[in-house]
Structure formats: structure tokens, C-alpha cells
């Protein structure tokens, strides 16, 4: 079986993931404009209407902001746990009972021909979750607004096909900016906030000992990082460890403005 994955936006300023196994298919969050989403999918051949579900990781803006719209339009169910929609209720707007679903995050579940693992990530959220999608041996996870890399997101994404990680920001580029206030910058900066660009180069060199060939870098900070910078960060720090990048490592950026690569996973391969 193969395992489909594009990161149709992966940014501060929207988020949304895109994997299928057979004829499952589901977004992982939907943090853009109805619309903007709708073109994105039918961008990659998908018809939006065609969606299984929608996995909302935290009730933050940027993860939700096109959910109720999608679930309106194309009566697409929406996932999340019960503290996460007490929090984003307000936020999407009506959505029908029979599409407001909820889960235990410490229970694995199914969606077709797709496994879904949720697991708790270190963010400012009521109850944020990370998720590993599986079909048959073939995984893809996601592991982004982490305030640090816990032993939890590791043991959750450990041995993925195909991992999204964090790498926020530049701490450098976050003090300077004049925009930031303080208390904004000290919250980015926090155990439950980002990862910057060394803490996810760091975090990548754990992955690649679990087992982990394929990386994508994502949720960048459009005034707080550059994707020429992140790459290089967790490049580097790769080399320094002896990983041949090409051979050990695959690493591809996931981009804030516009849809990423389509990504085909095999069993076996």
C-alpha cells in the first residue's frame, strides 16, 4: 500500500497537511481560508468534497481558521479532543453534530485505510496533539509547535517514513525583531512554544539514529527565520554528525505561501 503526503501549507501563518492511503484521505489541520484551501487540493488533483476527515492538532488560528468552512461546505468531520473543541468551538462557527468528533489522544484509532496515533506535544494550547499516520509499515508524522523536543514526540515519531519537524526561527532574528513584543518573544521562546532552527537540527540528528530517512522542515516564522537558513542550520549539524544527507537523510523544506512536493511512500522501500 502507498501513502500519500504534500504539505500544502506549513507556516506561522497557516497550516494544512494533505495525506491519503487507498481512497482515505484527510487534512491535517486547516488553518487557511476555505477557499485558499479548496484551491490548494484541487491544485494536487483533489477534490476537497473527497475528504474522509480533518485532524486539528491545537485551537490556535493558524490550524483552524478554514476548518468550520470546510466542514460546512463539503461535510468533511472535524477531529479533536474534547478540550480542544471546548476551545475552538467559538472559533469555526456551527458545525453540524454529526461531523464534530472527538477522540482520546492516548488511543490509536482508525479512518478507513489510515491509522491515526495522536500524542501530546509541549505547546501553549488547551490540549494540543501531534499525529502519526499510518498504512501497513508506512508512517508519516507530524511534530511541529513544540516547545522542545520531549521524549514523548520522540518515542510518538521514532522510525517514521517520513517526518514534518519544527524549525521555527532564528533566536537571533526573533530578539531582533521590533515587532515582537517581549512577552510574545519570551512565549516563542518557551518550553511550550517553538522549536528553533538548532533545537530541530538537533532534534533530526534523534530521528536519523530512530530509524528516520526523510525530513521535512516546516512551521517557519515568516519574520523570524529564512528557509535558506533553516535548511543550512539542520544541514550542518548533520554533517557534523556523519549523516550523508542524499543517502542517510532526505531533507526538503515545506513552504509557508505556497503547496509543497507530493510525496509517495512504499512499503518496503
Known sequence: MEMFFCPLYSGSSGNALFVQAGQTRVLIDAGKPGRTLTEALNLIGVEP???DAILITHEHSDHI??????ARK???PVYATEDTWAAMDKKVGAVAPDLRRTFDKKQDFYLGQLGVAP???PHDA????GYRLWCGSVSIATATDLGYFSKG???AVSGSSLVLLESNHDPDMLMRNPHYSAHLKQRILSNHGHLSNEACANALIQLVESGVHHVILGHLSGENNLPELALQTSENRAEEA??????DLSLDMAWRDRVGGVYTLKEGV
Open 119 to 121: 500524542f501530546a506535544i
Open 65 to 70: 481558521a478554514g476548518a468550520g468552512v470546510m
Open 153 to 155: 514526540v520522540k518515542e
Open 74 to 76: 463539503y461535510h468533511v
Open 126 to 129: 488547551a490540549d494540543p496533539v
Open 242 to 247: 556523519g549523516i550523508r544527507l542524499g543517502h
Open 49 to 51: 468534497e473527497s475528504l
